[in-house]
C-alpha cells in the first residue's frame, strides 16, 4: 500500500482517501477517510495521540457526526479504549446486484466503498478490527475481535460507541426500554427528550422503562439543513439490541446495550463481529424509506432452498378475542361452562376456513387453539401453555385436513407469555406437530416477563432465541411471524422465512388502550419499519359505534380506506385481513382491495411522504405490470394531486379509487368511503381528497 504524507491522495477508482501526517509508523494523529462511490458521504477515523479510536461522518460536506468514540469496556479485562496502534488497512469497492427471496424490489445493488482497519492495543496485545462501509445514502461500521491467541471468551461490560451530532435535530423517538417496543412515537428536539413521560396511555402491562434520555432505534431525526438521518444497527446476531442514551447538552447519544440477568451485556469469543451500527442518510424524506443499506449489510441465508416459501395473506380467528367479544381460553372439558365464548372451536375454524378460500387467503391462524390460556398470565411462572395438547372443543386433524382440501395453509399460534425456556424444550414436539398436521407457518408471542427470569425481550439471550426459532422453522420449511420480538435488523434477508415481526405499536392497541394516535402509521415506515417488515394487522373496519368510555375508542383510529392502504404503505410479505368477516361480508366493495392486493413486489415507488404527516406509496405486483398505490394521512385532511408517471408509459390501466367520502372523517365518520373506477395511463393525474385520520387505496390493472 502506498503511504502518502502531508497531503491528501485520491484513489478514483476506491474513492479512497488516506492521510497521514508522517510516514513515522507512531505517529501521534492519523485519519483514514472512506469516500462513498459519489464521493458525497465521507467516513472518516482518526487515532489521537492517546490512541482512542475516533470516527466522523460527513455528507454534502455538511458534518453529520463529530468524533464519536469506539470501543468497549470488557469485564475483568479492564477498557479496550485507548493506546491502539494501526496494523494494517484493506480497502475495496462493492459493487454487485442481488435478488431477496421477496420484497419490496425484485432486484438490489449494492454500491459501496469498504474498508477494514486492523488495530492493536499496543499493551494488552489485543486486536480490534474495525469494518466500514460508505454508501451513497448512508454509512454501517462494525467490529471484529480477530483471533490472536489469547484467551478465547471474553464478556462485553459496555460499548462505547457514540454518535455526537452535529446539532439538536428534531427526533422521533420511543422511550428505551428493555422489554418492548409497543409505544407511540413523540417528536421533539433532541434536547428535549423525556423518556420516561407518559406519551400516549400505554395499555399494556410490563414494560421496563430504564432511563428518562434512553430512546430505541431505529432513531429517525431531520437536521435544521432538512437531511433526514436515522441510526439503527444491521444484522443483530448473538448481541443485544443497541438502545441510545442522550446527551441532552451536548447532543451526544451513546450505545446502550440491553443488559442480561446480571447486567453484564454480550458474551463473546475471538473471532465474533458485532452488529453494524448504521447512519442512513436521505436528502428527501422519501429516500428514506427506499433506503436498503440495512439489507445490504445483511447476507444472504447460509444455506437452504426457500423455493417453497409463499407470501400472502392470512385471516384469523384474532380480532373477536382483543375486543372481549371471544376468549382464547377454552374449556378443560368438554361441556365447561366460559364466561365468554371461546374463539377457536372445530366449528369457527371450518366456517373461517370456507370464508378464506372462497376469498383467495393464502393461510389462516386460530389463537387460543391449545391448553393454558385458562391459567393466565401465569404471573412470571415457568410452565404455562402445552403447545401440543389442544382444548376438547377443537378437532386439529379434521381441521387440518378440513383446510388442506380447501388450499388454505394453517398458521400455528405459541403464545409463551415469556416462559422461553419451557418453550424451548416443548419446540420439537410442537414442530413435530405442525409438520404432522400440514400446517405452513407458525406466529409466536412473547407477552410479559421471561424466565429465565432477569432476561430482558432485547438482550443477547433473546436475541440468539429469536434466531434460534427462525432457524429451528426454516429446517422443516415453516415460516415465522413473531410478536413481543426485538425489533428487526435487516435479518429477513439471511433468514427469509422469518417474514415479519411486529416489535412496534400494532393495530392491536386500538382495541384495548388509547389507541394509536392517527399519525402513527405515518410514522412506523421512517422507523420501525427500517428494520423490516412489521406484522402490524391492518385490515379492521371501523364499524362499531364508538364506545365513548374516557379509556378507549375501542376501534381503529382510521376511516376505512386508510386500513386499506395501510396494505401498500407498510410493507410484510405476509399481511393479515385483521378484521372480522362479518364487516367483510357486509361491505364487499372495499373488501376487494383487502382480497386483491398483493404482498410481494417488482419495484416501488414513495411519491411523497413526511413522518407524522403522510405516505404516498405505489408499488408494482411481483411478475405482473399491475399497480397497487396506498396513501395515508394524520389526522389533517390533505387534498393531493397524484401523478401517474411511474406507471409504463403508453400503457392504459383501469384504476379503481377507494377514497374517503367528502364527509368522512376517522372520529365521527369512518366508514364513509366512495369506490370509483376510471380508465388512466402515465400522463394522468388523480385528484384524491384524504379525510382526517383517512386514506386513498388505488389498484391499477394493466388493460390488455
Ligand atoms: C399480543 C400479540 O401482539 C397479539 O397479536 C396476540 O393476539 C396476543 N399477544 C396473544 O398472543
Ligand atoms: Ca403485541
Known amino acids: ?45 482518526q487515532l489521537t495521540a492517546d490512541g482512542e479510536i475516533r470516527y466522523s461522518v460527513y455528507a454534502d460536506k455538511k458534518s453529520l457526526i463529530k468524533q464519536g468514540k469506539m470501543g468497549f469496556n470488557l469485564v475483568g479485562q479492564g477498557p479496550l479504549e485507548k493506546g491502539f496502534r494501526w496494523l494494517s488497512i484493506d480497502t475495496s469497492s462493492v459493487d ?31 486486536r480490534l478490527d474495525l469494518e466500514c462501509m460508505v454508501f451513497n445514502d448512508g454509512v454501517g461500521f462494525r467490529y471484529h475481535f480477530p483471533s490472536s491467541g489469547r484467551q478465547e471468551a471474553f464478556i462485553v461490560a459496555e460499548e462505547l460507541t457514540s454518535f455526537p451530532l452535529a446539532g439538536d435535530h428534531e427526533a422521533f423517538w420511543i422511550p428505551g426500554d428493555y422489554d418492548t417496543n409497543e409505544y407511540a412515537y413523540a417528536r421533539t428536539p433532541l434536547s428535549q427528550v423525556h423518556a420516561s413521560q407518559e406519551l400516549w396511555p400505554h395499555g399494556i402491562g410490563f414494560r421496563s422503562q430504564i432511563s428518562d434520555s434512553t430512546v430505541q432505534t431505529p432513531l429517525t431525526m431531520r437536521t435544521a439543513d432538512g437531511l433526514w438521518l436515522s441510526i439503527h444497527e444491521a444484522a443483530l446476531v448473538n448481541y443485544p439490541a443497541m438502545q441510545l442514551d442522550i446527551d441532552r447538552g451536548e447532543l451526544i447519544l451513546a450505545a446502550h446495550l440491553v443488559p442480561d440477568a446480571v447486567g453484564n451485556k454480550a458474551y463473546l469469543r475471538l473471532g465474533d463481529r458485532t452488529p453494524w451500527r448504521v447512519l442512513l442518510i436521505a436528502r428527501r424524506a422519501p429516500e428514506l424509506l427506499t433506503n436498503r443499506i440495512i439489507l445490504h449489510l445483511n447476507e444472504d441465508p447460509a444455506e437452504g432452498d426457500f423455493s417453497w416459501l409463499k407470501p400472502g395473506k392470512y385471516m384469523g380467528i384474532w380480532w373477536e378475542m ?57 404471573g412470571w411462572s415457568e410452565r404455562k401453555f402445552s403447545f401440543t395438547e389442544a ?35 416443548q419446540l420439537p414436539a410442537a414442530l413435530d406437530l405442525m409438520e404432522n398436521l400440514g400446517y405452513k407457518g407458525v406466529k409466536t408471542g412473547y407477552v410479559g416477563r421471561l424466565v429465565p427470569r432477569g432476561e ?3 438482550g443477547q439471550w433473546m436475541v440468539n432465541h429469536f434466531l434460534y426459532q427462525a432457524q429451528q422453522t426454516a429446517r422443516r420449511k415453516f415460516f415465522l411471524v413473531s410478536h413481543e420480538s426485538v425489533r428487526p ?206 386514506g386513498c387505496a388505488i389498484s391499477l390493472r394493466a388493460a390488455e
Request: net charge negative; with cysteine.
Open 1 to 45: 500500500m502506498m503511504l502518502i504524507p502531508a497531503f491528501t491522495f485520491r484513489m478514483s477508482l476506491l474513492c479512497v482517501f488516506w492521510v497521514f501526517c508522517a510516514l513515522e509508523p507512531v505517529c501521534a494523529s492519523r485519519f483514514f477517510n472512506l469516500f462513498s462511490p459519489d464521493l458525497s458521504v465521507q467516513f472518516n477515523i
Open 96 to 126: 454487485e446486484r442481488w435478488e431477496p427471496q421477496w420484497g419490496e424490489e425484485r432486484q438490489l445493488r449494492k454500491r459501496c466503498s469498504r474498508m477494514v482497519v486492523h488495530f492493536e492495543q499496543t499493551a494488552s496485545g489485543k
Open 322 to 378: 382483543h375486543l372481549g367479544t371471544r376468549s382464547w381460553a377454552g374449556p378443560r372439558d368438554e361441556g365447561d361452562s366460559l364466561s365468554l365464548p371461546h374463539g377457536a372451536t372445530t366449528g369457527s375454524m371450518q366456517r373461517l376456513i370456507d370464508f378464506a378460500a372462497a376469498n383467495g387467503f393464502t393461510y389462516l391462524l386460530a389463537e387460543g387453539w391449545n391448553r393454558g390460556w385458562e391459567h393466565g398470565d401465569g
Open 391 to 425: 382444548y376438547p372443543d377443537i378437532d386439529l386433524p379434521r381441521i387440518s385436513q378440513y383446510a388442506q382440501e380447501r388450499g388454505v395453509g394453517l398458521m400455528m399460534h405459541h403464545e409463551t407469555y415469556g416462559a422461553v425456556t419451557d418453550y424451548e424444550r
Open 456 to 458: 430482558h425481550h432485547d
Open 489 to 694: 435488523t435487516g435479518l429477513h434477508r439471511t433468514y427469509p422465512n422469518w417474514f415479519s415481526s411486529e416489535a412496534a405499536r400494532g393495530n392491536e392497541f386500538n382495541a384495548w388502550s388509547a389507541g394509536n394516535p392517527p399519525e402513527h402509521e405515518t410514522i412506523l415506515p421512517f422507523t420501525r419499519l427500517l428494520g423490516g417488515p412489521m406484522d402490524y394487522t391492518p385490515g379492521i373496519f371501523p364499524t362499531h359505534a364508538a364506545a365513548g368510555d374516557s379509556f378507549a375508542l375501542r376501534r381503529v383510529h382510521t376511516t376505512l380506506c386508510k386500513q386499506l392502504a395501510l396494505y401498500v404503505t407498510l410493507y410484510s410479505p405476509l399481511q393479515m385481513a385483521a378484521g372480522n368477516v362479518e364487516d367483510y361480508e357486509r361491505h364487499p366493495g372495499p373488501f376487494q382491495f383487502i382480497r386483491e392486493v398483493p404482498t410481494d413486489w417488482d419495484s416501488t415507488v414513495v411519491v411523497d411522504a413526511v413522518p407524522g404527516d403522510y405516505v404516498f406509496t405505489a408499488r408494482r405486483q411481483k411478475d405482473s405490470a399491475d399497480w397497487y398505490v396506498g396513501m395515508i394521512t394524520d389526522e389533517l385532511a390533505r387534498k393531493v394531486t397524484l401523478r401517474l408517471d411511474f406507471l409504463e408509459p403508453g400503457r392504459k390501466y383501469v384504476a379503481r379509487i377507494y377514497a374517503d367520502a367528502p364527509d368522512a372523517h376517522w372520529q365521527t365518520r369512518p366508514m364513509a368511503y366512495k369506490i370509483t373506477e376510471q380508465r388512466v395511463d402515465a400522463r394522468d393525474a388523480l385528484n384524491i381528497r384524504l379525510a382526517p385520520g383517512g
